[in-house]
């Protein structure tokens, strides 16, 4: 395992502030679908990813359209960053007609397959052998296309992961496993159920994986890291597991006011925000604050008009929960 | 009278009334301790009993059942907590193949007295991974008791039963019901597994529930009262050990029967009752036997395609009406 | 006239015939390849198709039904197979949570176009692990279609089907068929999924069978026979999607129903049928409807205590006697 | 992770003659099972333990009488070695009332409770978290017992063995998970689905075990990492990891010729035969023929014997399968 300590190269300030852009529209959606959970217009629960937008934005730009992105209930990042838009989002965690999965999914089940985006899983660690599995899938159709499965460090002490390193290993499969590590599960810290210090990298040896710790708020890190990790797979050299430092900034779902991390901790990771790192580094780089703005004032009109279009889409139709079991489109079991 | 009391906090209570009276009793699962749970239905466990019986768990649900097992044959009497029912599929050999057949296949060598604890059923918008009735799964298999209680009172008492069984129980607790109240348990209160209840008596039609499905039957009754429909309700309680008896018996009295599952129609446990009955039930039958179950399909998010497929009161309701006209 | 082919072999000839067809089809399992399966069902496939097409794969049931579901998503249409059925259990996550709502809790963006084959039922002394039949677990989840056939000819139509299928399918193959013959399948046999079949007409009592307890019921059928008992037997083939019309329609002409399952009574899928008949075909019923399943045990090892608890020739005659004499 | 190349340390003649015969004990039982599977009077299969030997009898030999075992389908060896006679072995083998399980298990789940041998458990590696459990109570009981789990190679790549190696360490259980690495899983070589060179070992450090690799034919290197083992659970160190390369002298089960495997690895293979090897090394301790076929006669004869008594035994009655489901020893599920 490595732990890559070395300032993210340089990167031009056009492509930066694009990732700036990207991370500013999830955090500006999570707000909003907070605000509607809150106001009563999102109902079963929500697993906000704000804090997290660098692994997504920054792992989603070192990726190809065509690429395959697996993502858990903790997913709202992962789709935007892979082209859904929050106003789809939105509207089905408002179980709206025009949600992206038709309000059938609900907020952990978020999927943008035209975009190979291709599901938010929340059966912890359920989704890495898929992940290999559309790997395998890739390889044997010769197409050079790359999974990413991203999961949390409490996947990594189930049966799954271990079983999906293996497999991933053996048969040299593209595939990146991705751990966002923000340190918790649901209300308890991880370390104290691990047996070792890097809950996912500390594991990969074990199956012979290269390993890598990046800080998960540092889009550039992970951006570069995910760049390697993908060159090698395509090389066909196998899998890579990443392991991004991360926080969440809102408690694990619903209104859970994550009390149970110490407040320090929480100065110390807001300190941290990825999106002030971010807009640091813009500023070393000559980008001024007009330019800053200007991003900042288009993507809460994007978000502002996403709500809007949410709120004012058709609620689903109650017949829709009788399609779509079968290819067929029906959900006859008998005759 | 006493204040009444939530389903939620009959859990703990329960818990900690047994953790009281035998220090071999044990519980483990994730976030039970400092959180109190994720459904707070472990509150107040961990500060009363302290970290020797309180053990948060890693996600690992088949190390979790899988030790409670061990523990189960070496002594200890475990409580093991899955978080939501959906889970128990990631540990479904345990229940399948090794706790339910351990004593038998050893020549009853070796006894597994646990209890695997689960937050069941759907309702609340959790999706189609976080929202099924699943007692249908471990009815499948020989060799575990299934207790599913519908009010406070018989969590606590049913809860000593399960802890106190030498015989492996799954226990499955309504996440619909954890804020709806009732009577508190008195001390000392057991509830015998196995034992159905009428929860209302009727002439007309008898409607066979479970958990969930009580109190939407105890509504649709309610209703139909008002159209001089006489329900009777049974509170199966258990569907292993599972009192046919007492459906028996009520039909032979209305000769009219209605099941109420919420798990689906295809497998459901309602299937099992209903080829009991329509066998040794046949000659007391005036017409014929129905079953209001969840749709064949998965639960999905929004809660008005929820309803279409999960029961309600209104599908009971309608359901009892064209049975009592038949 | 051909001669006649083994049930064993049917499966690896339907699974060549899918192969040849169409190059997406790719085939992983435990032992499969150079060793031709453990049940020597997959012999040939390796040699034929290569090791780009036959994977070997780890004991890791989850990564297999896992793996074959990311590639069911992505374009291919794998055939996973996973030893002994009882193993479903260790893989049942896939079977119950991911694969079956993939489809509908993305609003029908994705399909999953993959078989699980596996060895399933007992009859062989094999034990408590490797001796049930789990149809009904796989039953108690919509979203899945479940194929079990009873004969070589419906072992490579039904693969056919099965392997062409954009829906998922667990597809049982029964051990104690294996070494079973009959009729080989002719070129480009399909058996469409979900089509019943009067595997012997007759006018006093319906048997409804599905695999193995067809044999079973058509060796009743032939003693009953002797005593003109007329037994009509429905070999329903698959059990979602359920062919209860063919069944039904039986029952209206023989008004006499008994469901012959090899799993456990409680839970077993016979319950959902019964409860079919017991509501549509109530009027059609001169007698109780009956069931002959497992018994609610484990399965024993010693043959002379598992042929009590599974169904045999005599248990369904007797039953089919009563059933007549009513 | 260590591999032990040290000669292990001298034992006095005594107590070797005495592992020797325990090992001729299973050696000569699996020999008796084979012919009497081949006459027809085992039914179902069997899993024989020829060439396992010194891993059931050095580990057992270093054990506390009242400490746990955790076996597999192929237990036999551990069954005996922990004190279950041949005759009730053969006899639950050949469906007799007079099994150790009442003809109610077979050959794949001897078990002998009254010894803590708690099971043979045929689904691979679910007997691992299991063991752990038993650690866990031993630990919260106080009773300084420690749990042992004897899996195959095959069981390492199934997602059971991680989650209880995470608990057990985490928790730092008294358990000891004993790899028979005999190569193969059923047909197929372990090292050709398998992600590292060592199945087992190379595993351990993901869950901050300590491993050792041993000679799984030497009865003393067995034994000793095993008392080394034992020591570190007894003083609250925690689990273990060790791996003891072996082969089988049968196929797989059954009737299996196992011809998968090349003939100048089985001749390798047979050549250190964990007997001959033992045998070597009494000799060099001085024991001379006379003693050695003296055991082997009474070897000889203790099987011959628990074959007639098993024979001989009354068949299991098949009202049986009606007892003993519930701890009342009843099977009745409903009124
Ligand atoms: C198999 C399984 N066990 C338990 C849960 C309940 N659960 C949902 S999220 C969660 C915590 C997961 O923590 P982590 O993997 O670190 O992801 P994070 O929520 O921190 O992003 C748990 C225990 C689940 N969904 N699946
Ligand atoms: C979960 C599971 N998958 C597959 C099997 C079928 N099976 C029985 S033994 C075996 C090989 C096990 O190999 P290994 O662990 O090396 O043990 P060995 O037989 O070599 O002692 C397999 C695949 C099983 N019993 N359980
Ligand atoms: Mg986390
Ligand atoms: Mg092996």
Known sequence: MTVSTEQSAAVDAASLLDLYQQMLLIRETEKAAFDQFMSGKVKGTTHLAAGHEAVAVG??????????????????????????????????????????CKAKGGSMHLTKADHNMLGSYAIVGAHLPIAAGAAWSAKLRGTGQVAVAFFGDGATNIGAFHEALNLASVWKL??????????????????????VAHPAADRASANALPAEVVDGNDVVAVHEAVVRAAERARAGNGPTLIEAETYRHYGHSRTDPGKYRPEDEVAYWMERDPLRITRDRLGELGVDRDALEAVEASVAKTVRDAVEEALGAPDADPAEAFTDMWADGSATWRT | ????????????????????????????????????????????????????????????????????????????????????SDFLACCYDYLANEIPKMRYMTGGQVTVPLVVRTA??????????????????????????????????DVVGMMASAIRSDDPVVFFEHKGLFASKGEPAPSD????????????????????????????????????????ISVEVVDLRCLVPLDARTVLDSVGRT??????????????????????????????LDAPIRRVAADCVPLPFADALEDEVIPTVDKVVDAVRRLAAY
């Open chain 1, 59 to 100: 792992a989603s730009s070192a990726l190809r359209d065509d690429d395959y992105v697996f993502a858990t209930y903790r997913g709202h990042h992962h789709a935007i960053a892979r082209g859904a838009s929050p106003g789809e989002c939105l509207a089905e965690l408002m179980s709206k007609a025009t949600g992206l």
């Open chain 2, 1 to 84: 009278m006493a204040d009444l009391s939530t389903y939620r906090d009959a859990v703990s209570e329960g818990i900690a009334r047994e953790m009281r009276r035998d220090p071999d009793v044990v519980c483990l699962g994730e976030d039970i301790g400092a959180a109190g749970g994720v459904f707070k239905t472990t509150v107040g466990l961990l500060d009363e009993f302290g970290p020797n019986r309180v053990w948060d768990t890693p996600i690992s649900e088949q190390a979790i059942v899988g030790a409670a097992m061990g523990a189960a044959m070496t002594g200890l009497r475990p409580v093991a907590e899955i978080m939501f």
């Open chain 2, 189 to 228: 209160h057991v509830v015998p597994l196995g034992e159905a209840v009428v929860a209302r008596p009727g002439s007309d039609v008898t409607i066979a529930a479970l958990a969930s499905t009580v109190p939407l039957a105890l509504a649709a009754a309610d209703r139909l009262a008002a159209d001089d």
């Open chain 2, 255 to 284: 000769s009219r029967l209605l099941v109420v599952e919420e798990n689906p129609f295809q497998g459901g446990w309602g299937g099992t009752l209903v080829s009991i009955v329509a066998d040794e039930g046949f000659e007391t």
């Open chain 2, 120 to 153: 069941n059923g759907g309702g609340l918008g959790f999706g189609a991974q976080h929202s099924q009735a699943v007692e249908n799964w471990v009815f499948t298999v020989p060799g575990l008791k299934i207790a599913a209680p519908s009010n406070p009172a």
């Open chain 1, 174 to 195: 593209p595939v990146i496993f991705v751990c966002e590590n923000n340190f918790y599960m649901e209300y308890t810290p991880i370390r104290s159920v691990t047996s």
